[in-house]
């Protein structure tokens, strides 16, 4: 009797150490409660693709970002080094689905600074085009011969007179660098992966079916042409009409709105507040300023930042400047980097929570979306119709970051993180397979409520379930991807319901002063 009283007190010590033991290793995320996906570099896009795409495209669910980041490794995200981990949720739908349009809005590549840090160096880039520099791609040098050939294709004033390549060994104000070109022929190679198994392009795409615009900054420019040679390698220049965007948000001749310009003027008062509040920063803009020997006013206005970002994406030493008999001198450092980084992180907080630059960002883009819900609904209806294609089913708009951001804000992606360098904006449409006839059969317009579907995605996360025009939508219901009817309704009404306002027009003259 003891011996079994004994056998049996130490199998339930046993089990119950087991236990213990189980519950620490998950809490310590040594056993995963969730299943991985096996991460792969770029060079392995082939592979990517294939792993994640299989013989049924299945929709795939995106976990979004929860855990806070330090202000480095922020930058380091940022820079987009060409050289980093990249996955590609475009062209994924549940099987049997057609895509019949994809929408790409871009910020360019990495740039030279637009400011000068007062009494340093500026830093020391070499902007001319070389597969012998590093971040190169089996792509660049065709693409230096293809630019070559760009007089056969059409510009709109002013941009035949841009340059098509950065050309300067000494970078100028704002120039697209190497790294930025070699940033969108990834991104052009990486969609023409995702796509390749789909066929809403001509195999010789026509010329009505791309549409490329491009403000005119050489940067903006270069970072498409990048983009569209990696997604169409040697493509026909006498079928490309580059259009020009005067404006960076992209509003044609949509671009009046008072109320728009009041809510960025508030947003703008509200940055200032909150930066002249932050303690630590003025801090220090002071050391800062203390050891380039100039005026903390003087320094704050060069906007340092942009030129850090710079010297830290390129893995270059901070500024220096010679010790002088005042005792002014010194590096600027990693640590007063960081804590500028830091308070920018703060200001995008504090920027959702008080929902000016939300408002804002809805006034700023309403018409690109405009534009990008009516092309959509074009093609959607020909395809109804059964016309054979004659729509513009793939646009390219090569942009800033201040067009992108208000992009995200305006969709109610306020979570996202800001656009890094060479950030991308997708808009796929799909359509469902046929449905079985009814005994009744709907119209047109009822054929595109039941089988026409959107997609967004930012930087290749499927993103669609965080918009607001998609949030509530049972993504486990018969149709698991978001109606595009939602998208239609959002921007053409329910977008404005935070302003009290059921139009564009509306919305833009009714805010008081």
């Known amino acids: ?69 330090d202000p480095i490794s922020e930058a380091y995200a940022y820079c987009n080094t060409p050289n980093r981990t990249e996955q590609a949720w475009e062209g994924h739908s549940p099987a049997d689905y057609k895509l019949l349009s994809v929408q790409v809005m871009i910020r360019h590549g990495d740039r030279y600074p637009l400011y000068y840090i007062p009494k340093t160096k500026r830093p020391a880039i070499d902007c001319t085009l070389s ?22 294709g059409r510009w709109e004033s002013p941009l035949a007179s841009v340059a098509r390549l950065p050309n300067h060994s000494a970078c100028e104000t704002g120039e697209l660098t190497q790294t930025g070109v070699v940033q969108h022929l990834r991104n052009g190679q990486l969609l023409r992966q995702a796509y390749r198994h789909h066929s809403f392009l001509s195999p010789e795409w026509l010329p009505r079916e791309v549409w490329v615009e491009t403000t005119g900054r050489s940067r903006t420019l270069q970072s498409g042409l990048a983009l569209l040679y990696g997604f169409s390698p040697d493509y026909d220049w006498t079928k490309l009409t580059v259009r020009h965007q005067w404006s960076t948000l992209f509003c044609g001749s949509a671009c009046d709105c008072p109320a ?10 509200r940055q200032y507040r909150l930066r002249v509040a932050d303690v630590e920063l003025e801090r220090n803009y002071a050391d800062m300023a203390r050891t380039l020997g100039v005026a903390t006013r003087l320094l704050r206005a060069a906007n340092p930042i942009d030129s850090l970002q710079c010297y830290f994406c390129h893995g270059l030493a901070f500024p220096c400047v010679s010790r002088g ?30 929902g000016l630059y939300h408002k804002y960002a809805i006034l700023a883009m309403h018409p690109y979306l405009n534009r990008t819900a009516a092309k959509m609904e074009k093609v959607a209806k020909a395809s109804v119709a059964g ?10 708009s090569s942009a800033h970051d201040v067009t992108v951001a208000p992009l995200l804000s305006a969709l109610g992606l306020e979570d996202s993180k800001f656009p890094r360098f060479a950030a991308r904006v997708v808009f796929e449409l799909w359509r469902s397979p046929p449905e079985e006839p009814r005994k009744r059969p709907g119209k047109a317009e009822k054929a595109l409520d039941r089988e026409m579907f959107v997609r967004v995605l930012y930087n290749g996360e499927d993103v669609t379930f965080h918009t607001t025009f998609c949030r509530t939508h049972d993504r486990h219901s018969r149709q ?24 564009y027009q509306e919305a833009c003259s009714r805010r008081s002063g």
């Open 1 to 69: 009797m003891l011996v079994r009283n004994r056998f049996l007190l130490l199998v339930v010590v046993g089990a119950a150490a087991l236990a213990i033991i189980s519950l620490s290793l998950q809490f310590l995320n040594l056993i995963p409660v969730t299943p991985i996906v096996e991460e792969r570099p770029f060079q392995a896009a082939d592979e990517i693709i294939s792993l994640v795409q299989g013989k049924s495209r299945k929709r795939v669910f995106l976990v979004p970002h929860t855990q806070e980041s």
């Open 480 to 503: 698991p991807l978001c109606p595009l009817k939602n998208f239609l309704s959002f921007v053409r009404r329910d977008m404005f319901s935070s302003m009290d306002a059921t139009s």
């Open 131 to 152: 597969t012998d520099k590093e971040p190169s791609h089996p792509l660049l040098a065709s693409f230096i011969s293809h630019m070559g050939q760009g007089s056969r």
């Open 325 to 354: 008999d005042d005792g002014a001198g010194g590096c600027l450092t990693k640590a007063q980097f960081a804590v500028i980084r830091r308070q920018q992180l703060e200001d995008e907080a504090d920027r959702r929570k008080v």
């Open 387 to 396: 016309r054979a294609r004659s729509e513009e089913v793939f646009s390219l």
């Open 260 to 269: 728009r310009n009041r809510y960025l003027e508030e947003e703008q008062r």
